[in-house]
């Protein structure tokens, strides 16, 4: 995703948006936004409807509600484009409510020494207790396989031992 953010932002004239308390990529005109969102083993599955795999907060409710026309009235949207970097923008009411927001939906599994990442990019259309439960358009895309990567927070079997001083 930061790829194609980056991509986006150097060439095409997007913006880094804080909308709510979700991180995007907004459109140069403002109509369009993406962000990342962890799927489930359905994720990249035509035949299949995935889910977001951790519960997501009322912010995805409200970009799900602006993609299906209902507004999302009370979006906080940021006073400041702080955290957002030089090229972040903040919107509008107006804009927020009109805003179509995708997300590049992954899963990923290992496959022996190998990884693989499924993706989507998908528009979220209901959402209920913390799950995208429908989809509006879903566009799967080709399966990374990767090799040689090493797991980031792979301490090993035993436990880890911390030295405290007592006072």
């Given at each position: 995703?930061?790829t194609?953010?980056?991509l986006?932002?150097?060439r095409e004239?997007?913006?880094r948006l804080?909308h ?5 990529v ?8 993406m962000g990342v969102?962890v ?9 299949l409807?995935?889910?977001?795999g951790?519960r997501r ?14 507004g999302?009235?009370?979006v906080?949207?940021a ?10 923008v903040?919107l509008s009411?107006?804009?927020?409510a009109a805003l ?6 992954s ?5 022996g ?12 259309k ?11 358009r879903r ?8 090799d040689?990567i090493?797991p980031?927070n792979?301490?090993g079997?035993?436990e ?8």
């Amino acid at each position: 995703m930061r790829t194609i953010r980056e991509l986006h932002i150097e060439r095409e004239g997007w913006a880094r948006l804080v909308h709510g308390r979700l991180e995007l990529v907004c459109s140069a005109d403002r109509s369009m936004a993406m962000g990342v969102m962890v799927g489930d083993a359905a994720t990249g599955q035509a035949s299949l409807f995935p889910k977001n795999g951790r519960r997501r907060g009322t912010a995805t409710g409200q970009v799900t509600q602006a993609n299906e026309g209902e507004g999302a009235a009370h979006v906080q949207t940021a006073l400041f484009v702080t955290g957002a970097g030089p090229r972040g923008v903040s919107l509008s009411e107006e804009e927020a409510a009109a805003l179509k927001t995708w997300f590049l939906l992954s899963y990923r599994t290992k496959v022996g020494d190998a990884v693989r990442v499924d993706c989507e990019l998908s528009r979220p259309k209901r959402f209920v207790d913390g799950f995208v439960v429908e989809w509006g358009r879903r566009i799967p895309l080709p399966a990374l396989t990767m090799d040689g990567i090493e797991p980031l927070n792979d301490d090993g079997p035993g436990e880890i031992d911390i030295p405290v001083d007592f006072r």
